[in-house]
């Protein structure tokens, strides 16, 4: 008698349905998007966002509710912070009064927020305009507005991950570009940052700060992502990221006896640049990406000025030499155009 026939065949077919659920199980598991169930709670926030963009706020901006907006007390997940947002869960807030050196675009505002909601529109994101007029915030510059506003869209989209704050001389040259996986995902943010780069405070020759970025993080420390230009970071195309870090830094940023109140070119520039540059604390969870990844200049050289595939152009700078105008109409009509395409003057 051979041996399997001693075993009574009920357990020869348990046997081989175990093995099959385990081999179907193994084979569909990658399928799954288990992360995805993990990391995101049924309990989702449904009423509509109400917004008034035109009462101004009763009262300092620091003791407006949206100074309390939400964070997780600890980072969901086994990965903590260090996963890729939902498409919905990302904000492209755009903080402006329309005014400023702007307004020698004609309607600059309404065009590039029409503009940024078909982006939005094509990937799922939250597009978001907040009137910063609205905001008390003394006699601060009124660049230094754009920091509530950062506070606020948190507060307005409680379940938003990531706000990326841009300015409104922007246009999005690449509206097929993916900002969850190609700059806010692990992988990016891993592969991305750049590591022991100096954080410059003026041009380096005339002004090396021998302060680095860290040669090693973790990428769920990240919570702010910046680039920097040829002098200073740079807050006109910014990343932040919800977290309790990022609650600390608009505070510190907006401190009125230390910053805000102060004397600073910059504005909030000015500030972060300075928390960067004073603080390791800081410096663990800003992490600069190069410049052109979301922030190419309209001019400048392979490092900071755009080229063709860029995600987008910012004409930062334009108005000293009365250019915006002329640029911005450029560049409007060549965004989203896949062939080579450079303006005229640029390097
Ligand atoms: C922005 O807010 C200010 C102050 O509340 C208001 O006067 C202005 O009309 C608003 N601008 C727009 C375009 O709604």
Known sequence: MQAFQLIPRRTIILAISAVTILVVVFKFYGDVPMDYYRNYGPAEFLAPVEIDNTTPQPGYFKFQPEWNFDVPPQAKGWKGYAKTPRNRDVVVLTASDGGGHNSAIPNVLGRVLEDRQQYCDKHGYTNLWLNTSRYDIGEAHRTWSKIPAVAEAFHLHPNAEWVWLIDTDIIIMSPDYDLANQ??????????????????DGQLKKNPTNIFTPKKFRVEDIDVLITQDHQSVNTGSTFFRRTAFTRWLLEMMTDYTMLMGKDHVGA??????HLMLEHPLVRNHVGIYPQRKFNAYVQGGD??????????????????????????????DKRGHADAWRPEGSQ
């Open 183 to 200: 700059i806010l995902s692990p992988a990016a943010i891993q592969q991305g940052l750049m590591r022991g780069t100096p954080i410059l």
């Open 268 to 273: 909030e520039q000015d500030a972060i640049k």
């Open 303 to 332: 490092n900071m000025g755009y080229r063709d595939g860029d995600l987008l152009v910012h004409f930062a700078g334009c108005w000293v030499a009365n250019k915006c105008g002329g640029w911005f109409e450029e560049f409007w």
